[in-house]
């Protein structure tokens, strides 16, 4: 069968941006530089995203630029005869699946929230019942069941049309949108008084602070988010990768991944930070503050049922991108591997997925009792599997595939990496690349193990 492609370089970057741009964007990275003391955080996040974030994304592209193929047969393709790398590729493919049956709650969540705030659900609220809000969505499984199905299936409806016609093009629409969206929240939220505190606060490196929380606890936490905001080792990038064209360089390509990828990040603080500092409220609250925090926020604002809903449409769009990226990657690997066609491989994993995330949906109210590693809940389980083990691992085998003797070799890398016009990626990077690179990303998975 032949393999498809992207009909524009823009429609590549789009997808490849939307896979990456998710709730860690757009909820974990807010609320991790308010932990962090903000401005020295976001600087070390910057250089880590270009250290590490660039160099691996380069890699999973390469593999799958080289190949054409999805996660298993890349490896197939390009390792040496007689090796096992393969392998990794049957644990990306479980490492998507994980990753789905808990995403697909939290894309719920959003929706759910976008519609709560375009009904008029929190007008006249007090701040105690705000916060009864979310705890009365992930008490009813009802209703989270009927999110997540909702989130799974127009998933799986887009994929199902194909790559340019499916994919391609909503995630053309929906990523332009969002990027609008967040340009007019960003604006809105620096012109409310006391902004200027909370950008201070933000975007101003104060290493006294920083000193205070301790350095090397900020610099860690800065490492984790900007590894963790690509989600790399798990082939979410590899098979999109496949589909694209030799025109440009991979360095090129990563570094547009990247900066759309930060840009949103970066105003997702610009839209939180202004908020929290002109209400008065803790910007390093945790996870709640998008669910409980901001939603009194919202609702101090003048028109802020308006604000808040599309506050929420902009955090559906930043996460239905990602699930319809890992949703394409599952499909590709069963049209690869199995030779279905692509509207059985939508149905059948449409059918999985939907079985497979009950468990989270349930975790909060039937399962609500059911604590699994190291006493987390099924959510945060399934988010400790993926997040602290398969991307680092994954990262660090896709790492040494592309640069040792043993696997696919350096050479074989840079010629692939460097095909094409735009930015080379310099030979002498080598030994970095060798030496210091895996000792990051072994620092990333010990520390999450731990």
């Not at 090397?216 to 963790?228: D, E, L, P, R, S």
């Not at 991979?250 to 930060?262: F, G, H, K, Y």
């Not at 590709?332 to 939907?354: E, T």
Request: net charge positive; aromatic share 14%.
């Amino acid at each position: 069968m032949k393999r498809e492609h992207f009909q524009s370089r823009l429609g590549f970057l789009l997808v490849s941006a939307g896979c990456a741009i998710g709730i860690g964007n757009v909820w974990k990275f807010p609320y991790v530089a308010g932990q962090n003391g903000g401005g020295v955080f976001v600087l070390f996040y910057l250089l880590f995203l270009v250290i590490m974030g660039v160099p691996v994304l380069t890699m999973e592209l390469a593999v799958g630029r080289a190949s054409r193929k999805s996660a298993v047969l890349s490896y197939k393709a390009l390792e040496p005869k007689g090796s096992k790398w393969h392998i990794h590729g049957w644990f990306c493919v479980a490492g998507c699946c994980l990753l789905m049956m808990y995403y697909t709650t939290v894309s719920g969540w959003m929706l759910g929230y976008f519609f709560k705030f375009a009904a008029g659900t929190f007008s006249g609220l007090s701040g105690g019942a705000v916060d009864g809000v979310f705890d009365a969505m992930r008490a009813n499984p009802w209703e989270m069941s009927c999110w997540m199905i909702i989130t799974v299936l127009a998933g799986f409806a887009v994929c199902s049309f194909g790559l340019q016609k499916g994919l391609e093009r909503i995630t053309k629409v929906m990523m332009l949108c969002l990027l609008i969206l967040i340009t007019v929240l960003a604006v809105h939220s620096l012109t409310l008084s006391g902004a200027a505190e909370g950008v201070k606060f933000y975007l101003l490196p104060d290493f006294g602070r920083a000193m205070e929380m301790g350095l090397g606890h900020v610099i860690t936490a800065a490492m984790n988010q900007a590894f963790f905001t690509l989600s790399l080792g798990i082939a979410a990038m590899e098979v999109f990768g496949s589909y694209m064209s030799r025109d440009n360089t991979l360095a090129s390509e990563a570094v547009r991944i990247c900066s759309l990828d930060t840009f949103v990040a970066l105003m997702s603080g610009l839209i939180i930070f202004p908020a929290c500092f002109s209400y008065n409220v803790e910007p390093g609250q945790g996870p709640a503050l998008i669910f409980m925090t901001l939603p009194k926020v919202f609702m101090s604002m003048h028109g802020g049922r308006l604000w808040g809903a599309l506050f929420f449409l902009f955090m559906t769009f930043a996460s239905f991108s990602t699930v319809i990226a890992v949703f394409e990657n599952l499909q590709a690997n069963c049209i690869d591997n199995f030779g279905w066609s692509r509207k059985k491989a939508a149905l059948l994993n449409c059918v999985f997925i939907l079985i497979a995330s009950m468990p989270c949906v349930l975790g909060y109210n039937l399962w609500s009792g059911l604590h699994l590693i190291g006493g987390r809940d099924v959510l945060d389980s399934e988010d400790f599997l993926v997040s602290n083990l398969l991307l680092p691992l994954g990262s660090l085998v896709y790492l040494m595939f592309c640069v040792s003797k043993w696997g696919w070799g350096w050479e074989n890398y840079l010629s692939e990496s460097n095909a094409g016009s735009g930015m080379k990626m310099p030979r002498l990077l080598k030994p970095y690349f060798q030496f210091i690179l895996p000792i990051l990303i072994l620092v990333i998975l010990i520390q999450g193990l731990i």
